[in-house]
């Protein structure tokens, strides 16, 4: 009997997410198009299995049935962050800094639960990055596509939380360290309302194609060109690698699930990636003690945000952006400062967790998906509503730039 997660495989399609014009909640809504159609498939998650135990937990979550979350990240990590973009042939890449990159950031989708934080759901079909893409106003952001992303055919709305999303300004897209560049994220729930959805997915001789932002407008942002790479196999599953103008990244094909989603005693399928070097035990004392670090570092680090965030509040009372207006801006910090606690108390939440399953390892229990309650968030200006225009949407074989 194998694992198995829901996943659409494409025949042949254009995946793009219309703009919606505006945010009225807390999340980025993004209307999905389908202009040709899914056919269903299964992920046989026996071939992740063996390759991920190492770096993470599993666990089985309905309604996904089995999902993985990463074991060494920190608190304010999500999934997309530490890496960086490259151009390649198959557009817009992701290359993973963390050594299991190759499989939850090409496959699959993610999303976050309130009590176990970002757990990957598996998937059978590869892209350079699974992603929605947002740009405008001189920013440039992504963020990890959801469970709901996948359609059976038609058209399908889902939200994205604002905090899931990686901002940098444009100009430094392409750089290949991008985490000194990160916007804080409790003003991302600003930046969703200033920048448009271009995420565009379709596919060109079977390959799926991360389109996204355009290549001329980073360019422009850039003032330079964007070095263009290509991709090349790897024989076994190993850390992305750019060498020159190539990116090694293994991208095997993922066999179909057969049967009922039960776990067996050991994994059938797939290559197992070489296990990291096993660290001795720590006693009880020593785990303590780097929980204790870990919980200082956390508290530092949102301290730190909170004062970013209180200067550029600052910044901008004395110098209010042109086409805002004073009860709009204070609206818009309170709305960040609202977002910074929440951010806070779930990278809290994140990291009590995980410190939990340190002590008490929980491989292969059975969990519910608990989604995190947000409050509602009020509409936007009066001065937006006017400018609201529907979006005209893309049919097959139109220019979508």
């Not at 505006?22 to 992920?43: I, M």
């Not at 939200?159 to 940098?168: N, Q, S, T, W």
């Not at 444009?170 to 995420?199: F, K, M």
């Not at 968030?377 to 979006?391: G, M």
Request: with cysteine; hydrophobic share 35%; glycine share 6%.
């Amino acid at each position: 009997m194998r694992r198995q997660a829901a996943i659409m495989i494409p025949a042949l399609f254009v995946l793009s997410f219309m703009p919606s014009g505006r945010a009225t909640r807390a999340e980025a809504a993004a209307d999905v198009q389908v202009d040709l159609g899914f056919h269903a498939g299964n992920a046989d998650v026996d071939f992740f299995y063996d390759a991920l135990a190492p770096y993470g937990d599993w666990m089985e979550m309905q309604p996904y049935g089995w999902v993985w979350a990463p074991r060494s990240v920190d608190a304010g990590w999500r999934p997309y962050r530490n890496g960086h973009w490259v151009y390649t042939d198959y557009d817009w890449t992701w290359v993973s800094d963390e050594p299991w990159g190759w499989a939850p950031f090409h496959y699959g989708r993610w999303t976050v639960d309130s009590r176990y934080g970002w757990v990957w759901v598996p998937g059978s079909v590869w892209a350079p990055a699974w992603v929605s893409w947002r740009y405008g106003d001189d920013y440039a952001g992504w963020a990890p596509l959801p469970p709901d992303a996948d359609v059976a055919l038609g058209q399908a709305s889902f939200g994205i939380d604002p905090l899931a999303y990686c901002f940098v300004p444009a100009r430094y897209l392409t750089e290949p360290v991008l985490t000194s560049h990160y916007v804080p994220a409790a003003r991302n729930v600003t930046i969703v309302n200033v920048t448009r959805n271009v995420t565009n997915y379709t596919v060109v001789d079977n390959r799926v194609v991360n389109q996204g932002v355009q290549l001329a407008e980073v360019e422009k942002a850039t003032g330079r060109a964007v070095p263009r790479a290509r991709i090349a196999e790897a024989a076994a599953p190993a850390p992305t690698r750019v060498r020159g103008n190539e990116v090694a990244i293994y991208k095997p094909p993922v066999p179909a699930a057969k049967g009922q989603p039960t776990r067996p005693a050991r994994a059938q399928a797939g290559r197992a990636a070489p296990a990291p070097p096993t660290p001795n035990p720590a006693t009880g004392r020593e785990l303590r003690e780097r929980q204790q670090q870990e919980q200082q570092h956390l508290a530092q680090e949102q301290a730190r945000e909170r004062t970013e965030l209180q200067q550029e509040h600052a910044r901008e009372k004395a110098s209010p952006p042109p086409s805002v207006s004073r009860q709009e801006l204070a609206a818009r910090q309170r709305a960040e400062q609202q977002a910074q606690a929440r951010h806070e108390d779930r990278e809290k939440r994140m990291l009590d967790d995980r410190q939990a399953r340190q002590r008490q390892p929980a491989e292969g229990q059975k969990v519910q998906h608990h989604e995190e309650k947000r409050p509602p968030q009020p509409p936007p200006p009066r001065d937006e509503k006017a400018k609201e225009k529907k979006p005209k949407e893309t049919k097959p074989g139109e220019d979508k730039s």
